[in-house]
Protein backbone atom coordinates (compact mmCIF):
# COMPACT_ATOMS: atom_id res chain seq x y z
CA UNK A 1 0.00 0.00 0.00
CA UNK A 2 1.26 3.52 -1.05
CA UNK A 3 1.87 6.19 2.35
CA UNK A 4 2.53 9.74 2.50
CA UNK A 5 5.81 10.22 4.99
CA UNK A 6 4.30 13.58 7.56
CA UNK A 7 5.77 15.03 10.37
CA UNK A 8 4.67 14.14 14.22
CA UNK A 9 5.78 14.31 17.76
CA UNK A 10 6.02 11.54 19.99
CA UNK A 11 8.62 9.60 21.92
CA UNK A 12 10.50 6.22 21.58
CA UNK A 13 10.19 4.67 25.00
CA UNK A 14 7.96 5.14 28.22
CA UNK A 15 11.52 7.27 29.82
CA UNK A 16 12.42 9.74 26.17
CA UNK A 17 10.36 12.80 26.32
CA UNK A 18 8.08 13.37 23.10
CA UNK A 19 10.29 14.94 20.15
CA UNK A 20 9.83 15.83 16.41
CA UNK A 21 9.78 12.36 14.24
CA UNK A 22 8.51 11.13 10.77
CA UNK A 23 5.66 8.33 10.59
CA UNK A 24 4.01 6.96 7.50
CA UNK A 25 0.13 7.59 6.88
CA UNK A 26 -1.78 5.92 4.32
CA UNK A 27 -3.15 7.15 1.19
CA UNK A 28 -6.36 7.53 0.92
CA UNK A 29 -8.44 4.42 0.11
CA UNK A 30 -12.13 4.63 -1.47
CA UNK A 31 -14.19 4.74 1.94
CA UNK A 32 -11.21 7.24 3.47
CA UNK A 33 -11.05 10.78 4.08
CA UNK A 34 -7.63 12.47 4.58
CA UNK A 35 -7.83 15.25 7.30
CA UNK A 36 -5.05 18.42 8.13
CA UNK A 37 -4.94 18.56 11.53
CA UNK A 38 -5.42 22.13 12.98
CA UNK A 39 -5.80 21.46 16.58
CA UNK A 40 -5.34 18.39 18.98
CA UNK A 41 -6.47 18.28 22.59
CA UNK A 42 -3.98 16.39 25.55
CA UNK A 43 -5.80 13.88 27.36
CA UNK A 44 -4.64 12.30 30.15
CA UNK A 45 -4.68 9.21 28.21
CA UNK A 46 -1.59 10.51 26.06
CA UNK A 47 0.46 10.85 29.12
CA UNK A 48 -0.58 7.37 30.29
CA UNK A 49 0.13 5.45 26.59
CA UNK A 50 3.88 7.80 26.03
CA UNK A 51 4.65 6.76 29.73
CA UNK A 52 3.30 2.79 29.61
CA UNK A 53 1.41 3.51 32.85
CA UNK A 54 -1.65 1.03 31.97
CA UNK A 55 1.34 -1.28 30.17
CA UNK A 56 1.00 -2.18 26.61
CA UNK A 57 2.34 0.98 25.18
CA UNK A 58 4.06 0.31 21.36
CA UNK A 59 6.30 2.51 20.32
CA UNK A 60 7.41 4.80 18.48
CA UNK A 61 4.23 6.55 20.42
CA UNK A 62 2.47 9.28 18.98
CA UNK A 63 -0.88 10.24 20.56
CA UNK A 64 -3.74 12.77 20.39
CA UNK A 65 -7.35 11.60 20.03
CA UNK A 66 -8.94 14.81 20.09
CA UNK A 67 -8.36 16.24 16.66
CA UNK A 68 -9.90 18.74 14.90
CA UNK A 69 -9.04 20.09 10.93
CA UNK A 70 -9.99 20.38 7.44
CA UNK A 71 -10.58 17.11 4.89
CA UNK A 72 -8.10 17.53 1.64
CA UNK A 73 -8.97 14.61 0.50
CA UNK A 74 -11.82 11.69 -0.28
CA UNK A 75 -11.64 8.81 -1.52
CA UNK A 76 -13.77 7.32 -4.07
CA UNK A 77 -16.81 5.91 -2.44
CA UNK A 78 -16.66 8.85 0.23
CA UNK A 79 -21.18 10.37 0.30
CA UNK A 80 -21.10 11.82 3.64
CA UNK A 81 -18.04 14.37 3.32
CA UNK A 82 -16.31 16.61 0.56
CA UNK A 83 -12.96 18.59 0.13
CA UNK A 84 -12.82 21.54 2.39
CA UNK A 85 -14.97 20.47 5.45
CA UNK A 86 -14.25 20.70 9.24
CA UNK A 87 -13.94 17.20 10.66
CA UNK A 88 -13.11 15.42 13.41
CA UNK A 89 -11.68 12.28 14.73
CA UNK A 90 -12.20 10.93 18.66
CA UNK A 91 -10.44 7.85 20.07
CA UNK A 92 -11.60 5.06 17.48
CA UNK A 93 -10.94 4.87 13.73
CA UNK A 94 -12.47 1.25 13.53
CA UNK A 95 -14.22 -1.63 14.92
CA UNK A 96 -15.61 -4.99 13.75
CA UNK A 97 -19.11 -3.15 12.68
CA UNK A 98 -20.92 -6.54 13.06
CA UNK A 99 -21.13 -7.44 16.75
CA UNK A 100 -23.72 -7.04 18.68
CA UNK A 101 -22.21 -4.12 20.27
CA UNK A 102 -21.24 -2.33 16.82
CA UNK A 103 -25.18 -3.15 16.07
CA UNK A 104 -26.01 -0.89 18.42
CA UNK A 105 -23.73 1.75 18.04
CA UNK A 106 -21.46 0.96 20.38
CA UNK A 107 -18.38 0.88 18.54
CA UNK A 108 -15.74 1.98 21.74
CA UNK A 109 -17.55 -1.90 23.45
CA UNK A 110 -17.28 -3.49 20.17
CA UNK A 111 -16.96 -7.38 21.32
CA UNK A 112 -14.07 -8.23 18.88
CA UNK A 113 -11.60 -4.70 19.53
CA UNK A 114 -12.14 -1.30 18.63
CA UNK A 115 -9.00 -0.04 17.17
CA UNK A 116 -7.94 3.10 18.59
CA UNK A 117 -6.80 6.08 17.23
CA UNK A 118 -3.38 5.35 18.67
CA UNK A 119 -1.42 2.78 20.15
CA UNK A 120 -4.26 0.57 18.26
CA UNK A 121 -3.82 -2.28 15.44
CA UNK A 122 -3.18 -0.62 12.24
CA UNK A 123 -5.16 -3.22 9.92
CA UNK A 124 -4.24 -1.33 6.36
CA UNK A 125 -0.30 -1.11 6.99
CA UNK A 126 0.51 -3.18 9.93
CA UNK A 127 1.94 -2.67 13.17
CA UNK A 128 0.23 -0.21 15.61
CA UNK A 129 -2.07 3.26 14.68
CA UNK A 130 -0.95 7.23 15.49
CA UNK A 131 -2.83 9.96 16.69
CA UNK A 132 -3.08 13.35 16.17
CA UNK A 133 0.28 14.90 17.23
CA UNK A 134 0.87 14.80 13.40
CA UNK A 135 0.36 17.23 10.53
CA UNK A 136 -2.31 14.82 8.67
CA UNK A 137 -4.81 11.92 9.55
CA UNK A 138 -6.30 8.94 7.62
CA UNK A 139 -9.34 7.92 8.88
CA UNK A 140 -12.55 5.70 7.36
CA UNK A 141 -15.21 8.33 6.99
CA UNK A 142 -17.77 6.21 9.10
CA UNK A 143 -14.92 7.21 12.47
CA UNK A 144 -15.05 10.83 11.06
CA UNK A 145 -17.56 13.54 12.78
CA UNK A 146 -18.96 16.51 11.85
CA UNK A 147 -17.85 19.75 13.64
CA UNK A 148 -20.29 22.54 13.84
CA UNK A 149 -19.17 25.61 12.36
CA UNK A 150 -20.48 28.19 14.85
CA UNK A 151 -17.96 27.30 17.78
CA UNK A 152 -14.41 27.80 18.38
CA UNK A 153 -12.72 25.31 17.36
CA UNK A 154 -9.99 24.57 19.35
CA UNK A 155 -12.08 24.51 22.19
CA UNK A 156 -14.03 21.76 20.50
CA UNK A 157 -10.95 19.16 20.54
CA UNK A 158 -11.67 18.01 23.76
CA UNK A 159 -15.22 17.57 23.33
CA UNK A 160 -14.40 14.20 21.21
CA UNK A 161 -12.97 12.84 24.29
CA UNK A 162 -13.71 14.50 27.76
CA UNK A 163 -16.58 15.48 26.22
CA UNK A 164 -18.53 12.35 25.01
CA UNK A 165 -16.64 10.49 28.04
CA UNK A 166 -19.09 13.22 30.37
CA UNK A 167 -21.56 13.02 27.63
CA UNK A 168 -22.33 9.06 27.19
CA UNK A 169 -23.47 8.55 30.76
CA UNK A 170 -25.77 11.35 31.16
CA UNK A 171 -27.91 10.42 28.17
CA UNK A 172 -27.58 6.40 29.05
CA UNK A 173 -28.97 7.01 32.82
CA UNK A 174 -31.63 9.69 31.02
CA UNK A 175 -30.59 12.77 32.83
CA UNK A 176 -33.15 15.70 32.10
CA UNK A 177 -34.40 18.74 33.48
CA UNK A 178 -35.61 16.90 36.22
CA UNK A 179 -32.47 15.18 37.31
CA UNK A 180 -29.91 15.58 40.16
CA UNK A 181 -26.19 15.01 39.10
CA UNK A 182 -23.21 15.32 41.16
CA UNK A 183 -19.84 15.25 39.59
CA UNK A 184 -16.51 14.06 41.47
CA UNK A 185 -13.52 16.33 40.22
CA UNK A 186 -13.20 19.18 38.89
CA UNK A 187 -10.99 18.93 35.77
CA UNK A 188 -10.48 17.98 32.37
CA UNK A 189 -13.77 15.55 32.85
CA UNK A 190 -14.89 17.41 35.11
CA UNK A 191 -15.74 20.50 33.71
CA UNK A 192 -17.27 19.29 30.71
CA UNK A 193 -19.83 17.04 32.61
CA UNK A 194 -20.66 19.98 34.56
CA UNK A 195 -21.50 21.85 31.33
CA UNK A 196 -23.43 19.23 29.97
CA UNK A 197 -25.42 18.24 33.18
CA UNK A 198 -26.40 21.60 33.19
CA UNK A 199 -26.93 22.10 29.16
CA UNK A 200 -29.42 18.98 29.40
CA UNK A 201 -31.51 20.98 32.40
CA UNK A 202 -29.98 19.34 35.43
CA UNK A 203 -29.61 20.14 39.10
CA UNK A 204 -25.75 19.78 39.39
CA UNK A 205 -23.72 19.54 42.45
CA UNK A 206 -19.84 19.48 42.31
CA UNK A 207 -18.28 17.24 45.03
CA UNK A 208 -14.49 18.41 45.58
CA UNK A 209 -12.02 18.19 48.17
CA UNK A 210 -11.26 21.91 47.81
CA UNK A 211 -13.50 25.06 48.42
CA UNK A 212 -11.29 26.63 46.26
CA UNK A 213 -13.01 25.71 43.26
CA UNK A 214 -16.53 27.03 44.57
CA UNK A 215 -16.01 30.07 42.38
CA UNK A 216 -14.64 27.96 39.34
CA UNK A 217 -17.82 25.22 39.45
CA UNK A 218 -20.14 27.81 39.77
CA UNK A 219 -19.43 29.83 36.88
CA UNK A 220 -19.38 26.74 35.21
CA UNK A 221 -22.74 26.07 35.79
CA UNK A 222 -22.68 24.36 38.89
CA UNK A 223 -25.66 25.03 41.27
CA UNK A 224 -23.92 23.68 44.72
CA UNK A 225 -20.42 22.63 45.89
CA UNK A 226 -20.59 20.12 48.32
CA UNK A 227 -16.87 19.50 50.33
CA UNK A 228 -16.58 15.78 50.50
CA UNK A 229 -13.98 15.77 53.18
CA UNK A 230 -16.65 17.80 55.69
CA UNK A 231 -19.08 15.19 57.01
CA UNK A 232 -22.08 17.52 58.09
CA UNK A 233 -21.82 18.46 54.12
CA UNK A 234 -22.25 15.07 53.27
CA UNK A 235 -25.21 14.54 55.54
CA UNK A 236 -26.92 17.03 53.95
CA UNK A 237 -27.35 15.67 50.63
CA UNK A 238 -27.57 12.20 51.76
CA UNK A 239 -29.93 10.67 49.44
CA UNK A 240 -30.47 13.47 47.04
CA UNK A 241 -28.58 12.60 43.81
CA UNK A 242 -29.73 10.44 40.78
CA UNK A 243 -27.09 10.31 39.29
CA UNK A 244 -23.04 10.88 40.04
CA UNK A 245 -20.26 11.16 37.38
CA UNK A 246 -17.00 10.00 39.24
CA UNK A 247 -13.92 11.86 37.15
CA UNK A 248 -11.06 11.13 39.26
CA UNK A 249 -8.37 9.94 37.52
CA UNK A 250 -6.53 8.03 40.78
CA UNK A 251 -7.44 5.37 43.21
CA UNK A 252 -9.57 6.90 45.60
CA UNK A 253 -12.41 5.75 47.72
CA UNK A 254 -16.03 5.91 46.32
CA UNK A 255 -17.86 4.63 49.66
CA UNK A 256 -18.49 8.74 50.86
CA UNK A 257 -20.32 8.82 48.11
CA UNK A 258 -22.98 6.03 47.83
CA UNK A 259 -25.03 7.24 50.45
CA UNK A 260 -25.87 10.63 48.21
CA UNK A 261 -27.50 8.53 45.83
CA UNK A 262 -31.23 8.52 45.56
CA UNK A 263 -32.75 5.14 45.45
CA UNK A 264 -32.21 3.80 42.43
CA UNK A 265 -29.30 5.93 41.75
CA UNK A 266 -25.78 5.25 40.17
CA UNK A 267 -22.22 6.47 40.88
CA UNK A 268 -20.55 6.10 37.28
CA UNK A 269 -17.13 5.85 37.23
CA UNK A 270 -15.29 7.34 33.91
CA UNK A 271 -11.82 8.91 35.43
CA UNK A 272 -10.11 5.75 36.85
CA UNK A 273 -8.58 2.84 34.88
CA UNK A 274 -7.61 0.16 37.79
CA UNK A 275 -7.97 -1.48 41.01
CA UNK A 276 -9.83 0.48 43.44
CA UNK A 277 -7.68 -0.64 46.65
CA UNK A 278 -10.76 0.52 49.08
CA UNK A 279 -13.09 -2.30 49.47
CA UNK A 280 -16.63 -1.46 48.39
CA UNK A 281 -19.24 -1.07 51.08
CA UNK A 282 -22.48 -3.02 50.52
CA UNK A 283 -25.21 -1.85 52.59
CA UNK A 284 -25.84 1.64 51.11
CA UNK A 285 -26.02 -0.36 47.99
CA UNK A 286 -28.52 -2.85 48.77
CA UNK A 287 -30.79 -0.46 51.29
CA UNK A 288 -31.20 2.13 48.30
CA UNK A 289 -30.85 -0.31 45.27
CA UNK A 290 -27.87 1.73 44.48
CA UNK A 291 -25.04 1.36 42.02
CA UNK A 292 -21.73 1.48 40.70
CA UNK A 293 -20.96 1.34 37.19
CA UNK A 294 -18.41 2.01 34.50
CA UNK A 295 -18.63 4.54 30.91
CA UNK A 296 -16.05 4.75 28.42
CA UNK A 297 -16.13 7.44 26.00
CA UNK A 298 -19.31 6.93 23.26
CA UNK A 299 -20.13 5.90 19.84
CA UNK A 300 -19.78 7.38 16.80
CA UNK A 301 -23.85 8.15 16.77
CA UNK A 302 -23.69 9.49 20.17
CA UNK A 303 -20.54 11.42 19.63
CA UNK A 304 -21.96 13.19 16.75
CA UNK A 305 -25.19 14.01 18.79
CA UNK A 306 -22.98 15.41 22.00
CA UNK A 307 -20.96 17.59 18.90
CA UNK A 308 -25.06 18.71 17.39
CA UNK A 309 -26.27 19.90 21.13
CA UNK A 310 -23.15 21.54 21.94
CA UNK A 311 -23.24 23.58 18.37
CA UNK A 312 -27.20 24.26 19.57
CA UNK A 313 -26.26 25.50 22.97
CA UNK A 314 -22.64 26.81 22.32
CA UNK A 315 -20.80 24.48 24.88
CA UNK A 316 -17.15 24.17 24.55
CA UNK A 317 -14.18 23.19 26.67
CA UNK A 318 -12.62 25.72 28.59
CA UNK A 319 -9.07 25.43 27.56
CA UNK A 320 -4.91 26.66 27.38
CA UNK A 321 -3.52 26.28 23.63
CA UNK A 322 0.10 25.48 23.38
CA UNK A 323 2.33 25.03 20.99
CA UNK A 324 3.52 21.37 19.49
CA UNK A 325 7.16 22.08 21.08
CA UNK A 326 5.70 22.59 24.41
CA UNK A 327 3.93 19.06 24.82
CA UNK A 328 6.57 17.68 27.41
CA UNK A 329 6.34 20.77 29.99
CA UNK A 330 2.15 20.49 29.31
CA UNK A 331 2.31 16.75 30.78
CA UNK A 332 4.21 17.54 33.94
CA UNK A 333 1.75 20.70 34.36
CA UNK A 334 -0.92 18.07 34.01
CA UNK A 335 0.58 15.99 36.43
CA UNK A 336 0.28 18.95 38.76
CA UNK A 337 -3.40 19.98 37.42
CA UNK A 338 -2.05 22.77 36.84
CA UNK A 339 -4.63 23.77 33.61
CA UNK A 340 -7.65 25.29 33.83
CA UNK A 341 -9.34 22.49 32.23
CA UNK A 342 -7.64 21.27 29.03
CA UNK A 343 -4.46 21.86 26.92
CA UNK A 344 -5.08 22.31 22.97
CA UNK A 345 -2.09 22.02 20.43
CA UNK A 346 -2.13 24.11 18.02
CA UNK A 347 -0.76 22.27 15.13
CA UNK A 348 0.19 24.81 12.90
CA UNK A 349 3.17 24.62 15.29
CA UNK A 350 4.47 21.55 13.57
CA UNK A 351 4.57 23.01 10.25
Given at each position: ?102 KQDLEQYCLNGSIQTYNGKDEFLGGHTFGGYS ?89 AVVISTDEEQMKSVAGKFDLIIDTVPYDHDVN ?96
Amino acid sequence: MNTTTVKAFGTESKEADLKEMNIERREVQPNDVEIEIHYCGVCHSDLHTARNDWGGSKYPAVPGHEIIGKITKVGSSVTKFKEGDLAGVGCLVDSCGTCESCKQDLEQYCLNGSIQTYNGKDEFLGGHTFGGYSQKVVVSEDFVLKIPENLDLAAVAPLLCAGITTWSPLRHWNVTKDSKVAVVGLGGLGHMAIKLAKGLGADVTLFSRSPDKTEDAKKLGADAVVISTDEEQMKSVAGKFDLIIDTVPYDHDVNPYMATLNVNGTNVLVGFIGKMEDALSTPPMITGRRSVAGSMIGGIAETQEMLDFCGEHNIVSDIEMIKMQDINEAYERMLKSDVRYRFVIDMKSLS
